[in-house]
């Protein structure tokens, strides 16, 4: 089946500081979802894509839908504790289901 | 406006015993699709109902494993038989439309531990 290959799995940085994660893919995507989750919730998506090429934002939150349907990646710009949590690429497979990518988590320093 | 609701939240059970997750969509929801999330991995579809008609089961392991939605009432995810191997969080999501393209909305899960 479809996997999403997100990266990096991990990141620790400064409070303040801009992040970047991406997510590809071996198979196109027509829809490219963001979600965040926080531990023992849920997740909670926090930008949708439909067009390659999308560029769309959500407050500090900046996402893009690669050119070759692929691929995506997402930046958080000056990064707030608040910030902290797991950070899903999701792929839209047919018509019902999406595909998730591994997460990639956030910590951050203060 | 209550968002999906999954009760209970943890659910502790032993090798070879049932267990019951129950999942009430948003209100005007009339989709219902389940997740598991394995510890340190990203959600992996299950099953995609509708009222009384399970639409795609295609993720679901071929025994032990079963999901309804009634005309009335919750969705219900029943495990039967429990393994170690199911320890898991179960993830539902609602749509008031079939299909991901809005990215439903997921409730808080159920986490199960089977000892």
């Known amino acids: 089946g479809q996997q999403l290959n997100q990266s990096p799995q991990s990141m620790f940085i400064q409070e303040g500081e801009d992040v970047s994660m991406n997510c590809t893919s071996s198979?196109?995507?027509?829809?490219w979802l963001w979600y965040k989750q926080d531990p023992g919730e849920g997740p909670v998506l926090l930008i949708a894509?439909?067009?390659?090429?999308e560029l769309t934002s959500n407050g500090r939150l900046t996402a893009q839908f690669g050119i070759t349907r692929k691929d995506s990646f997402l930046n958080i710009s000056a990064s707030i504790p608040s910030d902290v949590g797991i950070y899903f690429c999701a792929g839209q497979q047919g018509a019902q289901k999406l595909v998730f990518g591994q997460g990639t988590r956030l910590t951050i320093n203060p | 406006n209550a968002g999906v609701m999954q009760n209970p939240r943890h659910l502790v059970r032993r090798r070879g015993q049932e267990a019951r997750l129950r999942c009430s969509p948003m209100k005007g929801h009339s989709h219902v699709y389940w997740y598991r999330q394995l510890p340190e991995e990203g959600l992996k579809f299950m099953v995609y109902l509708q009222k009384e008609n399970i639409i795609d089961e295609s993720g679901m392991p071929k025994e032990r494993f079963s999901a309804e939605f009634p005309k009335e009432g919750p969705s219900i995810l029943r495990i039967q038989q429990v393994v170690r191997g199911d320890s898991a969080a179960y993830f539902c999501a609602s749509s008031p439309t079939g299909g991901a393209y809005y990215g439903y909305t997921f409730g808080s899960g159920t986490r199960l531990t089977v000892v």
């Open positions: 894509l439909y067009k390659a090429g």
């Open positions: 198979s196109i995507f027509n829809t």
